[in-house]
């Protein structure tokens, strides 16, 4: 494994906040401090950008702020064409707010040149410029450098070196007041409660971002849908968010691959884990083991060789919302039986088993 492969990895294993951001971070063009860096010189030092931190220095942005913050990490760096783009993992909520609010963006990279020439007589000027360089005559050609940290700034030296694209898609966990340990998980009246709670329960009243609270993941793409937020596992009780026990095992559950997983992209899971992995700890229980593949595991979610109280309450939280599921859907078909049942009554029936199925199984049955 190179070394690069290994700070991806160790970086993709503590991913914790879910909140990612790629950045247009420099190119092989001369840059508004007269120096330049060679595209081989950018391909070596691509892996050295891989775990180093993302800042603001002292002043920038927070008034507050008196010395240089570090507020993200580097996980991703590639480079498609002449330029690198790199993806930091954000870890200060504020930050993250900024870059939503488009008040941060630019930024600038800071290197450690190794090897520096003239770029007009090619004399080594990695110790002090020439008289060439002095003079305005020629510029510093970079041929060898490693990254050191890049900085949010409000003129960077690249035109071009800015944020790209934000991506957030497990919601970070969230310590919330504990609901009783046995008290009842309903996922479809949970939410029923959580989208008034949001300001709904009509869609064009929601606010997003409260309601999100209630989840592990959502879709970034999509956010203002309902059908876009997936594993809920907090609930609304004397108006106050709640987490609720059963709730959070249902969720690891389809997590780790019960009936048949949820359908979220294989590279969120972790982080997702990580959340729901935190409410465990809040009830005092060890989390189960993170799985990255669903593939590995069928049935019910018990290890066979796991045994014990904790299996047995998860089993139980899961087969008590089936049930409710089931009763609901009766409920529904006897109702759509009675003479006086509109006419599409059979369709409502199947819209609320596909939709059932969409909560339990996290995807629905093409047809
Ligand atoms: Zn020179
Ligand atoms: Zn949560």
């Known amino acids: 494994m190179s070394l690069r492969e290994l700070c991806f990895q160790a970086s993709l294993n503590s991913l914790r906040t879910g909140r990612l951001a790629t950045f247009y971070i420099i190119d092989t063009t001369l840059n508004r401090n007269g120096w330049r860096v060679t595209d081989e010189a950018l391909e070596r030092a691509l892996p050295t950008l891989l775990g ?8 920038y942005g927070v008034n507050h702020v008196a010395e240089p913050q570090i507020v993200g990490h580097f996980i991703t760096a590639e480079k498609p064409d002449g330029y690198l783009l790199a993806t930091a993992e954000i870890t200060d909520p504020t930050a993250w707010e ?3 609010s488009g ?3 630019p930024i600038s990279v800071v290197i450690k040149a190794h090897r520096v020439r003239c770029s007009l007589c090619g004399a080594d000027v990695t110790s002090g ?30 035109p071009s070196a800015r944020l790209i694209t934000l991506k957030a898609a497990a919601v970070p966990y969230e310590e919330t007041p504990k609901a009783p340990m046995d008290y009842p998980w309903d996922a479809d009246e949970a939410e029923r409660r959580i989208r008034i709670w949001a300001g709904g329960p ?14 592990a ?21 004397d108006g106050r968010l709640h987490v609720v026990w059963r709730g959070v095992v249902a969720a690891m559950q389809s997590l780790l691959g019960a009936r048949g997983g949820v359908d979220i992209p ?3 899971r972790r982080a997702v884990y990580e959340h729901l992995a935190g409410h465990y700890r809040e009830f005092g229980r060890e989390p189960p083991e993170f799985r990255a593949s669903r593939s590995i595991h069928s049935g019910f979610g018990v290890k066979p060789e796991g045994g014990g109280v904790e299996e047995m309450e998860e089993l139980r939280a899961e087969v008590e919302s089936l049930r409710r599921r089931v009763e609901r859907v009766e409920r529904l078909l006897e109702a759509s039986q009675r003479p006086k049942a509109r006419p599409n009554g059979l369709d409502e029936v199947r819209l609320a088993m596909e939709e059932a199925r969409l909560r339990l199984f996290g995807y629905r049955r093409d047809s």
Do not use: M
Not at 202 to 215: L, N, Q, T, V
């Open 52 to 59: 180093k931190p993302l800042g603001c220095v002292p002043g």
């Open 266 to 268: 294989e590279s969120d």
């Open 202 to 215: 009509d869609k064009e009243h929601i606010d997003w971002s409260r309601y999100r609270r209630a989840f």
């Open 217 to 237: 993941w959502y879709d970034a793409s999509d956010p203002e849908n309902f059908g876009s937020y997936k594993l809920p596992h907090h609930d609304v009780i």
């Open 103 to 105: 008040e941060w963006g």
């Open 129 to 158: 410029p020439d008289e060439h360089i002095l003079n305005g005559e020629a510029h510093q050609v970079v041929e060898d450098f490693t990254f050191e940290r890049v900085d949010f700034v409000s003129n960077p030296a690249y």
């Open 98 to 100: 900024k870059l939503q």
